[in-house]
């Protein structure tokens, strides 16, 4: 058997989330299903992170266990003519047999995008959110700047969270204006349920004068949610990157010949019966 580590695209909009479940189209449930015919076994899929209904992702990652032939690298390849257009394979890998994509990870990136025009966009209408009004990106970028760090971001979590613990550590929170468009790029080592969702309508109330640029700092000492902001709506929301350790791809042979030198795997190859 081998543990293979998937790079996934998808546009969420048709999708119930990434988890499978039995009220809804999962992207987890077509990728399984694609899997399934690629290998012609039973495949069940583990991934980093589970995005809600409507969230897309550039850089979603899973793994799952195979005794399948096919090359690591080759998966792209014979999965993209089963999968619907809208969930797309970049790459493939094999990683070590204790590798587990979502409890290995030691980052994320998530990226939230907004068009603050009057009429919209309907080539973006599923990709980003949509202000009508004018927005004080300064402002907004002012706030940000308190959301890098490590702090206690109990106030950011939505109702239903799971999190033993909600110290997080933020390591870039960067807002950009692009034209119509306004993009918060977002990376920290872990995130809270709805946690970018929450930053990002918060963002907006402070754009709009409905908040203060304090709002941040003031949620870190009332630990409150009603300290902060709407939750953003979900289509403007992407997971772009996980982060894993590099150590945490080294296959066996790989960590001996790390630790031993490539002299010493030489020999031992010499020595193999």
Known sequence: MKRILLTIEYDGTAYSGWQRQYNGLAVQQVVEEALGRACHESITVTGASRTDAGVHALGQACHFDTASSIPPEKYPFVLNTMLPRDVRVHTGREVPPDFHARFMTC????????????????????????????LDEAAMARAAEALTGKHDFAAFQASGGTAKTTVRTIREARLLRQGDELVLTLRGDAFLYNMVRIIAGTLMEIGLHKRGEDAFLRAYDTLDRLSLGVTAPPHGLELTQVHYPEAAFLLPEAVRWHQDGPAASSLEASEAP
């Open 107 to 134: 980052g994320k990136t998530y990226t939230y995008r907004i068009i603050n025009s009057r009429h919209g966009s309907a080539l973006k209408r599923n990709t980003h959110a949509h202000v009508p009004v004018p």
